[in-house]
């Protein structure tokens, strides 16, 4: 059964930083993709940054490019996400996902059939 399991959150200021992590079990080989969403309150789920898995091929929502970093370690199977300059905007939970097919819109949340429970991420003012 694949798990898929967030830390890092917190409450931060505006310019802060902050560090996700995605631990990722129970399956063998690779997630073609792995991604973090987000969700603020009244919002839709929206693709933050994407990583094709093998090739390590990235993709960025145009909110967060040039300030969010993904990045995976497939040895141990953990996925991150280095958040820095961080907005108010940026305030929501973030949810890590994976994506076994690799014929797949890469933006879209339907695409992902395994998440995590989410962590949620503050920045104040």
């Known amino acids: 059964q694949v798990r898929l399991m967030e830390s890092g959150g917190g409450s931060v200021q505006a310019g802060e930083s902050l560090r996700l992590v995605c631990a990722a079990s129970?399956?063998?080989?690779?997630?073609?993709?792995m991604a973090w969403f987000r969700q603020a309150p009244g919002k839709e789920r929206e693709a933050v940054a994407i990583?094709?898995?093998?090739?390590?091929?990235?993709y960025y929502a145009a909110s967060v490019k040039g300030r969010f970093t993904i990045s995976l370690d497939n040895a141990e199977r953990t996925l991150y996400l280095q958040m820095d300059t961080l907005a108010l905007e940026d305030t929501a939970v973030y949810y890590c996902?994976?994506?076994?097919?690799?014929?797949?819109?890469?933006?879209?949340?339907?695409?992902?059939?395994?998440w995590g429970q989410g962590t949620q991420v503050t920045v104040s003012s």
């Open positions: 996902a994976a994506a076994e097919s690799l014929a797949i819109r890469v933006f879209h949340p339907a695409e992902y059939v395994h």
């Open positions: 129970g399956y063998d080989g690779y997630m073609s993709y």
């Open positions: 990583i094709k898995s093998q090739v390590h091929i990235t």
